[in-house]
């Protein structure tokens, strides 16, 4: 990446984190139980979630390149493989999370993700894993993290009824697109019209998930 494209990756990044830091603070108690794009999770889930992966972020950068994760990229499974068992790592973290309201989710969220982006800039140029002989710097992994950020704030954005887009799609994407070598070569169909509505269906989002109120 560019230097140029560096600073509009950490920008977005930071974009990511505030804005669903600005969501969550229009739940209230009722609507922190609400349903969300991500089948099975409340919106409380999502918090949790979220909560939960910032601090696995800051785990893999710790361990670089020999984390939990570079082990299982390295193993070269096929890519609806790696998403179950990500998938399956992610149920049992959200299970072994104590209970805590939706606003304390997003608190320790927000300190764990500011906190790692604060870590990108002095380690940006380190391998973080591989997959397939492609070797995923620190600096693509957090343009997969700033995707991940954006595409749960459209998550919540959703069960509030309402709808988001992050400012620049496009490099939202192509962040996305870096950080993701295992997903992106076998994604196909984007006529690079609408880079937003794109990543949705590739991360398996339906776009008319029927919550956005008329």
Excluded at 43 to 67: N, W
Excluded at 143 to 168: F, T, V
Excluded at 185 to 205: F, I, K, M
Aim: with cysteine; proline share 7%; hydrophobic share 45%.
């Amino acid at each position: 990446m560019s230097r140029v494209s560096r600073a509009g990756v950490l920008a977005a990044y930071r974009d990511g984190v505030t804005v669903i830091c600005e969501l969550a603070a229009q739940f209230s108690d009722e609507t922190w139980l609400a349903a969300t794009p991500c089948a099975e999770w409340r919106a409380v889930d999502l918090a949790g979630h979220l909560r939960c992966v910032a601090d696995d972020y800051h785990e893999y950068l710790d361990d670089a390149p020999g984390s939990r994760l570079a082990r299982l990229m390295a193993a070269n499974a096929p890519a609806d493989s790696l998403v179950r068992k990500l998938a399956r790592q992610n149920a049992a973290e959200l299970a072994a999370l104590p209970d805590a309201p939706g606003p304390e989710h997003i608190m320790a969220f927000a300190d764990s993700a500011r906190s790692y982006g604060r870590r990108l800039p002095q380690s940006w140029d380190l391998i973080h894993h591989s997959y397939r002989g492609i070797d995923v710097t620190v600096g693509a992994m957090a343009g997969a993290a700033c995707a991940e950020w954006h595409l749960h704030a459209w998550d919540l954005a959703r069960s509030l009824g309402k709808d988001y887009c992050p400012a620049d799609p496009g490099l939202v994407l192509a962040a996305w697109r870096g950080g993701m070598p295992q997903l992106w070569p076998e994604l196909t169909g984007w006529d690079g019209d609408d880079p937003w509505l794109y990543l949705l269906t590739a991360t398996s989002r339906d776009p008319g998930w029927p919550r956005v109120l008329k």
